[in-house]
C-alpha cells in the first residue's frame, strides 16, 4: 500500500506540473462533422456491441504526443504504472511503510568514522560511487567521575565523510573536537581540537550474506596548548571484521550482525611532558600503553527503526606485573580499569538518503587506573549521517499508460461447433492429447484440461470419433445446434492388455495339484491341475511374487515382472517333505536342527545342506515372513579380523542361495559376527562345534 501512495502522489504532482487531466491522452478529439443529410429511413437491425481494445505504450514524464484520428470519446486511461529504470534506483530509500522483512530496511550509513552501527565498523558495504557524510555529538555531566568530588562535563562532535569508488573498497575521514570541565584538572577547561582519522577498508561478500575484510585507519591527536606539527601523536589501529546478514538464510530473522578484533597503537603519551592525574588524562584521552581492541554489534532493521547494540574492549598491552596504580595510589588490576563499554541505540530512516540516530554508552568498568583514560558511567551520543551519489544520472521514472478503445463492430453470426472435456471414466481425470475426429472436418486434440474445441461444423449431425492410446475408441453421431457452440463430453474406458501367465507344478516329475498365489500389481489365487496342461490368469502387466505350496511338499516361490499383453511360463517342480523336520518356525526365529555345513575356513556351502536351506525356504513362504536376517558366527580359533570376515561371507553365501531359491531378495538381510556371541564354552570341541553355526532371525512377519 505505502508504494501505491507513493506512485499515486508522483503521478498527480507530475500531472499538475505538465498538464492538466483533460490533457493527458494520445487522442485528441477529432474534428466536428457536418449535420447529416436526410436520409430514408433503414430496416431496423440489430444494434452491434462494442469491443474494447487495451492499448498499452511506455511513457516518460514529458508531454504525451497527440495521436489525429483517434477520438477521445471512445477511450479512457484504465491503469498506469510507474517504476524506476535499471540503475537508476534510489540507494537509501525512504523506509516508511515498507514491509517488516523489506531489504530496503537496512540502510547503509556512516557512523563516527567510516560505515558502521555508530562506533563499531562494519564489513558490510553499500553501493558504489556514493558519498556519505556524517555528523555525530557526544555529551554527559557526571559528579565524582573520574575520582570522587569531582564534576566532570564533556561535549564532543565528529565530523565525517566516506566514498566509496569500489564495491569493494572504501575511503573514509573524520574530524573531532571535544571540550572537557573539570574541577580536578588544570585549567579547568580543556579543549581537543583538530583530532583526525584517516582510513580505507577492503572487504567482500565471500558467501551469502556473509562479508569479511579489513579496516585500516591512521590516528593523529593535536598538540595540547598548541597546534605545532612537531607536537602531534600519531597512531595506527588496523582490524579484522565480519559480518552477517541472517536475512541471507531466512526472512522471518531481520538481524545483521559484525563482529572485530584489532589493535591500536598510538603516541599520546608524548604529547605532554608532565605527570597526569585521572581527570587530566581522561580530558585528554592520553594513553600510556598500547591496546587490543575486541568489538561487536547488532542490528535489527525494521521499518522507520533499526535498534541496535555494540560492545567494545580494549585490554592494555605492556602493563608491568598487569598491575595499574589507582588515583588513591592503591595498585589495582588492569582488567578492570580497561575501556569496556555496551552502547544502545536507535537509527530512524523514514525520509529518503537521510539517517537519524540516538542512544547511550554505557561504561562497565570498576576501577579508574592511571595510565588509561577512564571510561565514564554513561555517555550520550546524537548524529545524523546523509548519502550522495554525485555520478547517479538522476532516478528516471517510466511510466505506462493502458488505455481501453471502444470499437463498433458488427455482430457475426455464430459458428456451429462442438466442444467438450474427455476424461478417464474410472479416474474421472482430465485427459490431455486426445484425438477427436470429425467426418470432413481437421482433427483436433484435448488440452491438458481435457477441453476440445472443433473446427466450424456445416452439417445438423457430426460423427465424432475419440481416441487415446491405452483406451477404448468411442464413436458417436451428435446432434448440432445452429445457435451456438454444440457442448458433448466423453468419458473414455481404459483399455488395459492383461498379462497371460501359465503356471505348472510337479513333484518327482509329474504333474501335482498345488494352491499358487500371486503378489505385485493385482493379487490373485488359484490351482494348478493334476493334468498336463498348465493353469493360465491373466492379470496386469508388472512385478509378481508367486508362490506354490502343496500338501506333503516344501512350498517354493518366484520372483517375476511381465510386460502388459505380455505370456510368462512359470513351472515349480516341488520337493517332497523330508521324513526328518530340520526346521522348526518360533515366531521370532526360524530354528534349524542340523547346522549348516561349509568347506573347512571357507564359505562355500556343501551340498548335504541343500535340502536344510529348502525347508527354510518352506517355513519362510508358509508362515509369509517379510523379513529375515542372515547371521554367521565362528568359534575362537584363528585371529579376530579373519573369524569376522569368514562369519559375513558365510551369512552372504546363504542369503545368495535363499535368494536363487526364489526369495525376494529384500526379504533377507545378512550380518556376521565372528567369535563375539557364543553360545557354548569354547573349551571343547563340542563347544566350539555349536559355535560354528548360522541362524535366520525373524524381523518383519
Do not use: C
Not at 556371541?677 to 525373524?698: C, S, W, Y
Amino acid at each position: 500500500m505505502p508504494r501505491t501512495l507513493f506512485v499515486a502522489l508522483s503521478l498527480l504532482s507530475a500531472a499538475s506540473f505538465a498538464q492538466t487531466g483533460d490533457e493527458w491522452t494520445t487522442f485528441p478529439p477529432s474534428q466536428p462533422a457536418p449535420p447529416p443529410k436526410a436520409q430514408p429511413k433503414p430496416t431496423p437491425r440489430p444494434e452491434p456491441e462494442p469491443r474494447k481494445f487495451l492499448l498499452e505504450e511506455p511513457e516518460t514524464d514529458a508531454a504525451p504526443v497527440a495521436d489525429p484520428g483517434v477520438d477521445d470519446a471512445n477511450t479512457r486511461v484504465v491503469r498506469r504504472t510507474e517504476d524506476y529504470l535499471p540503475g537508476t534506483e534510489p540507494h537509501s530509500p525512504s523506509t516508511w511503510g515498507l514491509p517488516w522483512d523489506a531489504k530496503e530496511n537496512d540502510r547503509v550509513a556512516v557512523g563516527q568514522a567510516g560505515i558502521g552501527t555508530v562506533f563499531v565498523p562494519s564489513a558490510r558495504l553499500g553501493a558504489p560511487g556514493v558519498v556519505r557524510v556524517s555528523v555525530l555529538g557526544e555529551y554527559h555531566d557526571i559528579s565524582n567521575f573520574p575520582v570522587l568530588n569531582a564534576r566532570n562535563i564533556r561535549s564532543g562532535i565528529t565530523f565525517g565523510a566516506s566514498f566509496q569508488p569500489f564495491k569493494w573498497g572504501e575511503i573514509f575521514v573524520a574530524y573531532s573536537a571535544a571540550a572537557n570541565s573539570n574541577n580536578r584538572t588544570s585549567p579547568n577547561l580543556i579543549q581537543a581540537l583538530g583530532d583526525l582519522q584517516l582510513g580505507i577498508k577492503l572487504s567482500n561478500e565471500w558467501a551469502k550474506g556473509f562479508h569479511a575484510g579489513i579496516d585500516l585507519r591512521l590516528l593523529t591527536f593535536s598538540g595540547v596548548g598548541n597546534q605545532g606539527i612537531d607536537r602531534f601523536a600519531f597512531g595506527f589501529k588496523p582490524t579484522l571484521l565480519v559480518s552477517y546478514d541472517f536475512r541471507a538464510a531466512t526472512r522471518f530473522l531481520p538481524l545483521l550482525v559484525t563482529a572485530g578484533f584489532g589493535a591500536t597503537l598510538d603516541s599520546t603519551q608524548g604529547l605532554v611532558t608532565n605527570r597526569l592525574n585521572a581527570s587530566e588524562e581522561f580530558a585528554l584521552s592520553v594513553n600510556r600503553y598500547h591496546r587490543l581492541n575486541i568489538m561487536a554489534s547488532a542490528e535489527i532493521p525494521f521499518p522507520v527503526v533499526t535498534p541496535f547494540v555494540e560492545w567494545q574492549l580494549a585490554p592494555v598491552l605492556g602493563v608491568p606485573n598487569g598491575e595499574l596504580t589507582g588515583p588513591d595510589g592503591i595498585s589495582i588490576n588492569a582488567g578492570d580499569a580497561i575501556r569496556n563499554t555496551l552502547g544502545v541505540g536507535l537509527k530512524l530512516t523514514p525520509v529518503k538518503d537521510l539517517t537519524l540516530l540516538s542512544g547511550f554508552n554505557f561504561g562497565l568498568a570498576r576501577s579508574v587506573g592511571l595510565g588509561v583514560p577512564a571510561t565514564p558511567p554513561w555517555n550520550f551520543f546524537v548524529g545524523a549521517s546523509f548519502a550522495i551519489d554525485p555520478f547517479q544520472r538522476g532516478e528516471t521514472k517510466l511510466i505506462e499508460t493502458v488505455r481501453e478503445r471502444d470499437v463498433e463492430v458488427a455482430k457475426a453470426a455464430p459458428a456451429r461447433r462442438l466442444e467438450g472435456t474427455v476424461t478417464d471414466a474410472e479416474t474421472k481425470a482430465p485427459l490431455a492429447g486426445v484425438v477427436v475426429a470429425i467426418a470432413g472436418n481437421k482433427p483436433t486434440a484435448t488440452d491438458p484440461q481435457g477441453q476440445y474445441e472443433s473446427l466450424p461444423v456445416s452439417a445438423d449431425k457430426a460423427t465424432l470419433a475419440i481416441t487415446r492410446e491405452g483406451y477404448k475408441p468411442v464413436e458417436q453421431e451428435v446432434a448440432v445446434d445452429a445457435a451456438g457452440p454444440t457442448r458433448f463430453d466423453v468419458a473414455l474406458q481404459p483399455d488395459v492388455k492383461k498379462a497371460k501367465f501359465e503356471v505348472s507344478t510337479t513333484g518327482k516329475g509329474k504333474p501335482i495339484k498345488a494352491q499358487v498365489q500371486f503378489k505385485g500389481a493385482e493379487e490373485a489365487r488359484g490351482e494348478t491341475p493334476d493334468g498336463n496342461a498348465p493353469a493360465a490368469f491373466e492379470l496386469a502387466g508388472g512385478q509378481y511374487t508367486i508362490t506354490a505350496v502343496a500338501d506333503g511338499y516344501l512350498a517354493q516361490t518366484r520372483d517375476v515382472q511381465v510386460a502388459p499383453g505380455g505370456t510368462m511360463v512359470v513351472t515349480f517342480d516341488l520337493q517332497p517333505v523330508p521324513k526328518k523336520v530340520l526346521v522348526v518356525f518360533k515366531g521370532d526365529k526360524i530354528e534349524i536342527l542340523q547346522q549348516v555345513h561349509f568347506a573347512s575356513g571357507k564359505a562355500t556351502i556343501l551340498p548335504d545342506s541343500f535340502g536344510l536351506l529348502a525347508q527354510v525356504v518352506d517355513a519362510i513362504i508358509k508362515n509369509d515372513v517379510k523379513r529375515v536376517r542372515v547371521e554367521g558366527h565362528t568359534d575362537n580359533r584363528g585371529k579376530k579380523d579373519l573369524n569376522q570376515k569368514l562369519s559375513e561371507d558365510r551369512a552372504q553365501a546363504v542369503k545368495a542361495h535363499l535368494i536363487s531359491q526364489g526369495l525376494d531378495a529384500s526379504r533377507l538381510e545378512s550380518a556376521g559376527y565372528g567369535d563375539s556371541k557364543p553360545v557354548a564354552p569354547n573349551l571343547t570341541a563340542r563347544g566350539r562345534e555349536l559355535n560354528r553355526r548360522v541362524e535366520f532371525i525373524v524381523l518383519e512377519k
